[in-house]
């Protein structure tokens, strides 16, 4: 939402009906789960960028294809 400014009181994750934001896409939504279980990236968002680099950039990529399919504007 925000690369693609759009208002951030605007931007909804469908999924779970909050505001979009890389904290709660990284370390809550529940369409992330099964990537954050699969990666091992089950930590709060500062201790993210402390694992291995090539394991985070793999999540992360994981979770941007879920967005690009779910993400909806109200």
Known sequence: GRWSKIQRNERRYATCGVVEDESHVLT??????????????????PELFDLETARVCSFVHAVMKILLHDVCVL
């Open 28 to 45: 809550d939504c529940s369409a992330a789960e099964d990537h954050r279980l699969r990666f091992g990236v089950r930590v709060p968002l």
